[in-house]
């Protein structure tokens, strides 16, 4: 099984609709971050989250809402998609006592139509 | 300026050539750099961490330049195995990762 897994891999919603792409890791680290990725822009910080009872804004979270349920668990809602959200999302996480390199999930690319 | 500069490529070399990539920065404080390899639609993998040394893993070089605010990846005797993107990462405020666009690597024939 992935270090960090992320579902689903690919969806396609419609403008409006409310959709949570989930996260899950078994590395036991207490950091963990969601990014995305659309060409020529590289990977902006969504949200992240320093251990479970802390939540903290990237520089794109309008439109984003996250929960950290758990250590392992850490879920990205898009609370009403709209066109310009399509994108590839990453979850990552990382431990500063292992350095500061994340490891990323699979991604999920995520179409709104 | 921007926190991070790429030059987005791409680089075409030859199979055998030895290649190099700059990525810039802006932050002075930042303190912990990275480059990542990405294949097509796949999530960035880490590659090595940068020290300010410089260090080496197999044909991969890294080196920073704290002075000019740069770190660099050199590749030697390039595979074809070694076409991808690679991003640098470095560590901000708050020891967040801020990534590059990238740097696209073709290896031909």
């Known amino acids: 099984d992935a270090d960090v897994t992320q579902t689903p891999r690919n969806r396609i919603t419609k403008t409006g609709k409310r959709i949570m792409l989930e996260c899950s890791q078994t590395?036991?680290?207490?950091?963990m971050y969601w990014y995305r990725q659309d060409p020529g822009l590289g990977l902006r910080l969504i949200y992240y989250?320093?251990?479970?009872?802390?939540?903290n804004k990237g520089e794109i979270s309008d439109g984003y809402s996250v929960s950290r349920q758990a250590q392992a668990k850490f879920s990205l809602s898009l609370e009403s998609a709209i066109p310009n959200q399509t994108a590839l999302y990453f979850c990552?996480?990382?431990?500063?006592?292992f350095g500061y390199g994340y490891t990323f999930g699979s991604g999920t690319r995520l179409t709104v139509v | 300026r921007k926190e991070v500069e790429q030059d987005p490529g791409p680089f075409n070399v030859p199979e055998g050539a030895t290649v190099a990539f700059n990525c810039t920065y802006s932050?002075?404080?930042?303190?912990?750099f990275f480059w990542y390899r990405q294949d097509c639609r796949k999530e960035p993998k880490l590659l090595m961490s940068v020290y300010s040394s410089g260090n080496e893993d197999g044909r991969f070089t890294a080196q920073l330049n704290r002075a000019s605010q740069y770190i660099s990846l050199l590749i030697r005797d390039s595979k074809l195995s070694d076409s991808a993107t690679y991003l640098c990462?470095?560590?901000?405020?708050?020891?967040?990762?801020?990534f590059g666009t990238g740097t696209q690597l073709k290896v031909e024939l």
């Open positions: 590395k036991g680290h207490d950091r």
């Open positions: 989250s320093f251990d479970v009872k802390d939540i």
């Open positions: 990462g470095f560590t901000g405020g708050g020891n967040k990762l801020t």
């Open positions: 932050n002075s404080a930042s303190q912990s």
């Open positions: 990552a996480t990382s431990d500063p006592r």
